[in-house]
T-cell receptor, first 113, second 109 residues
């Protein structure tokens, strides 16, 4: 398996624009997590899904952020409108009930100018 | 979840064992101790986890004190590729992980 795939790897956009980050989990995994990492706040869990259903979105910073998982092999994290303080590295991770670990993707580095 | 306390940084000589401490004095009876590491510009990587007993795998060993208030991750023969931030996390499961600041480990030749 190729592991967790995230796209794009780098995104530069201007304040006010819509940004969509994408994630393909490892095949067979039924849990998917979105994290955000900044120097100030470290690595934070934003939301996670089980069987495509959002289970806990308490980490989502505000209404500008939304996440979807239309099927078992794809998830998106959308920011609309984006702001400079959203600049961070966003990681996606997946796992299954029988595993003891989360498998992380390479991350998307987002810069909002 | 209980919080953990780790030293912000530590150095280790290549080939020597690296012993990374972690305090988790408020851990509850059913919480596990997880260790992840993050190499620069990569996503975090699982290393090992344990509940009460010491654990060993191909990457590291985890020593948990009898009162479970602290633990030590041991990298038996550190290599330059082990340079990373190491996170000690206490959690009920692998699901909702709360990453702290971790320990920046630098392995030197």
């Amino acid at each position: 398996d190729a592991g967790v795939i995230q796209s794009p790897r780098h995104e530069v956009t201007e304040m006010g624009q819509e940004v969509t980050l994408r994630c393909k989990p490892i095949s067979g995994h039924d849990y998917l997590f979105w994290y955000r990492q900044t120097m100030m706040r470290g690595l934070e869990l934003l939301i996670y899904f089980n069987n495509n259903v959002p289970i806990d979105d308490s980490g989502m910073p505000e209404d500008r952020f939304s996440a979807k998982m239309p099927n078992a092999s794809f998830s998106t994290l959308k920011i609309q409108p984006s702001e400079p303080r959203d600049s961070a590295v966003y990681f996606c991770a997946s796992t299954s009930l029988g595993d003891n670990e989360q498998f992380f993707g390479p991350g998307t580095r987002l810069t909002v100018l | 979840d209980a919080k953990t306390t780790q030293p912000p940084s530590m150095d280790c000589a290549e080939g020597r064992a690296a012993n990374l401490p972690c305090n988790h004095s408020t851990i509850s009876g059913n919480e596990y101790v997880y260790w992840y590491r993050q190499i620069h510009s990569q996503g975090p990587q699982y290393i090992i986890h344990g509940l009460k007993n010491n654990e060993t795998n191909e990457m590291a060993s985890l020593i948990i004190t009898e009162d479970r208030k602290s633990s030590t991750l041991i990298l038996p023969h550190a290599t330059l590729r082990d340079t990373a931030v190491y996170y000690c996390i206490v959690s009920l499961s692998w699901g909702k992980l709360q990453f702290g600041a971790g320990t920046q480990v630098v392995v030197t030749p």
